[in-house]
């Protein structure tokens, strides 16, 4: 069966076409003036942060060098024709790691657990108030606004130097990061079952448990093994202000020029992060599918 194509009148045709030109010169009018804006932002920005290319590129072969000496054993060799030398302290290096794992995982429970409890009073469909959903997100934002190895930093100066300070700083940083993550799920859930367990007379406290709880569950474990890969990277890092860990390790390599140790203690961090990383996200799929690997 065949169908008959209509073809309008050339002077129709001609002002659909005009129309469609003018749109078209209107759309590409509008990116040029969005990508101008954007790069005219850009310089600024760069000029305001003091981005100097000259600089960049005059000393750029200080840091293509300083990869090579990472790379090279004290006797000139590279540092994998010698793995024995390379990883002399990898006993030590390992303690140190596992003390890592262990800050970031306390970090990440305590966190956990504070951003479980605050959670729900900060999202706007299930707070009981207003000024105290407004208190709880300031706090909230307070707690992943300062960033991590700041507290840590404050928590040396008080408890002095060691995991405490680490954990710390991680459990505050995680109850804002998780806290913001939480409500948001929260603010997600269907509302219809609060309100079928609120016609029975229950409590706001047994709405939560009975009608929103189980909607979020799985979206906060999944968040929070995600939050915990993070904080390997974070407590690492907190090392540098002696929060514990093998950031202290690194941070006395790089001080003293200990090339090959910096590249090993790194290779073993990355490679730690790799394995959690891998773990975690296989994790997430067994629980909650494929899709939560993503």
């Known amino acids: ?10 002077q129709q045709l001609a002002v659909l076409n005009d129309a469609y030109r003018a749109a078209v010169a209107r759309k590409r009018l509008r990116m040029t003036i969005a990508t101008a804006v954007f790069f005219a932002a850009l310089v600024v920005a760069a000029i305001g942060a003091e981005v100097n290319l000259r600089t960049l590129f005059t000393y750029f072969g200080n840091f293509v060098s300083y990869f090579d000496r990472i790379v090279t054993l ?126 029975t007379g229950a409590s706001w406290l047994s709405c939560m448990r009975f009608a929103v709880l189980p909607q979020v569950s799985a979206g906060y474990a999944s968040y929070a093994l995600l939050r915990f890969e993070i904080n390997v990277r974070e407590a690492s890092v907190m090392g540098f202000v002696g929060a514990g860990g093998i950031g202290q390790e690194l941070v006395v390599a790089i001080r003293k020029f200990y090339y090959s140790d910096v590249s090993a203690i790194l290779l073993t961090i990355i490679l730690t992060v790799f394995i959690i990383d891998i773990g975690t996200g296989w994790l997430r799929g067994r629980l909650f599918g494929k899709e939560a690997r993503a």
């Open 1 to 10: 069966m065949t169908s008959a194509v209509s073809i309008l009148p050339a």
């Open 74 to 199: 004290e006797d000139g060799t590279r540092v994998w024709t010698n793995f024995a030398e390379w990883f002399w302290g990898w006993r030590k290096w390992l303690k140190m790691l596992a003390e890592t794992i262990l800050i970031s995982y306390v970090g990440t429970m305590i966190g956990a657990v504070l951003a479980f409890a605050l959670n729900f009073l900060a999202a706007q469909n299930t707070s009981p108030a207003p000024w105290l959903r407004f208190v709880i997100r300031r706090l909230l934002e307070f707690a992943r606004t300062v960033p991590g190895i700041v507290f840590a930093l404050i928590f040396v100066i008080a408890f002095g130097l060691g995991p405490m300070a680490g954990v710390l700083a991680i459990a505050i940083h995680s109850t804002g990061a998780l806290g913001k993550l939480f409500s948001e799920i929260v603010e997600n859930a269907d509302m219809k079952p609060v309100e079928g367990v609120r016609s």
